[in-house]
């Protein structure tokens, strides 16, 4: 969840002298280091590839920018023809500098460090090609998928390949865990949920189950509430991510008895830090750490959170033991 980033003045200090955004993704050098520089300041267990879910558009010929202050900016969709327009031969070797940084980083990380690989869901990359931008309602992406499900299948079904391709490359690389980001399934009735999030992310899995048999993938769909159970016993994934509202007495009966579960710290609250931090914590830790489960935030880290709280909580993790 953005281990790295604007909340460390590291990050900060390389972006101000890096060119644009997506460049520092695909220079293996900047990727590499910071990738690393959350690792060296907590000795995370886990080390997450510095990259961006965005990469895949943009291996795919569309235009895609991040402006300061605004995120990422892309030439939108809007037509089933603009889909038939996405550069799919090739793509692969655009996003050569990824794979290049995954092998670089497993040879840098200590050997007890996993390393993950990631990538946006399909229904999460797709809704930015077609709003442009990041959006409130994401009027446009689904109103597209509504109106004419056809040409939004095709669309959907090209980021399921391409992606799926993204995430064996990233683990022939050396990355030994995958997780999928789909930050903004909750916005789904069930129905079209089921469809645009559950099914591709089953049928990536299953792609990336063929090609590498012992890499385990954490699916992150963000908000889709009781629905956590249906990914659970559906989607394929070994792990999921638990978003911050997800009920955890629920998650622990429903959830945890199926899959490993990750999550799910408010972001806010560790920006609060205090006590509100440390109650949140505990209240994680005693529900969840009984069973298998990786502490982590519900979303991602917000840059203007202390590094002093980021320090507290990895001592409290560390701390706990289990009740005698
Ligand atoms: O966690 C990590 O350290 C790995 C790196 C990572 C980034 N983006 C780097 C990044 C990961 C896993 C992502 C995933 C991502 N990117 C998601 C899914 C997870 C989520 O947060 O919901 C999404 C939706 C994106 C798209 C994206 N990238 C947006 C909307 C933005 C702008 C928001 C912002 O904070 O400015 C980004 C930019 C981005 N990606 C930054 C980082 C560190 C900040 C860029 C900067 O200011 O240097």
Redesign the pocket.
Same mark, same amino acid.
């Given at each position: 969840? $953005?281990?790295?980033?604007?909340y460390l003045p590291e990050y900060r200090e390389l $972006?101000a002298q890096a060119g644009d955004?997506l460049t520092t993704c695909l220079t293996p050098e900047m990727a590499v280091e910071i990738t690393l520089q959350p690792i060296r300041r907590f000795a995370f267990d886990a080390a997450?590839?510095? %990259?961006?879910?965005?990469v895949l558009p943009h291996a795919l010929g569309q235009s895609v920018r991040?402006e300061e202050g605004t995120?990422?900016i892309l030439k939108a969709l809007t037509r089933a023809s603009d889909i038939d327009d996405l550069a799919v031969r090739g793509f692969i070797d655009r996003l050569a500098p990824v794979y290049e940084a995954v092998r670089r980083l497993r040879a840098d990380l200590p050997a007890q460090t996993t390393l993950i690989g990631?990538a /946006?869901a399909p229904w999460?990359v797709a809704s930015y090609m077609i709003e442009g931008r990041?959006s409130k309602d994401f009027a446009k992406a689904k109103a597209w998928a509504y109106r004419d499900p056809v040409s939004f299948q095709r669309l959907i079904d090209l980021l399921i390949e391409t992606t799926a391709d993204h995430l064996i490359c990233q683990a022939e690389a050396g990355a030994e865990a995958l997780q999928l980001?789909d %930050?903004w399934a909750g916005v789904w009735p069930e129905g079209a949920l089921r469809r645009w999030c559950l099914d591709p992310a089953r049928a990536i899995r299953e792609r990336v189950r063929a090609a590498c048999p012992d890499v385990p993938m954490i699916a992150f769909p963000r908000g889709v509430g009781l629905l956590y159970e249906t990914f659970a016993e559906t989607s394929g994934a070994e792990g999921l991510s638990l978003d911050t509202t997800v009920p955890l007495v629920w998650a622990r009966d429903h959830v945890q008895t199926k899959v490993t579960v990750q999550g799910n710290l408010d972001p806010i609250a560790l920006l609060a830090g205090g006590e509100a931090q440390r109650e949140e914590t505990a209240r994680i830790l005693d529900t969840l750490a009984a069973k298998p489960f990786i502490f982590n935030l519900g979303? /991602?880290i917000l840059p203007e959170t202390p590094i002093v709280h980021v320090q507290t909580l990895v001592d409290h993790v560390r701390a706990w033991r289990a009740p005698a």
């Open positions: 969840m $953005r281990q790295a980033g604007r $972006r955004f997450i590839l510095f %990259s961006d879910i965005l991040f995120g990422p990631f /946006g999460t990041s980001f %930050s979303h /991602g």
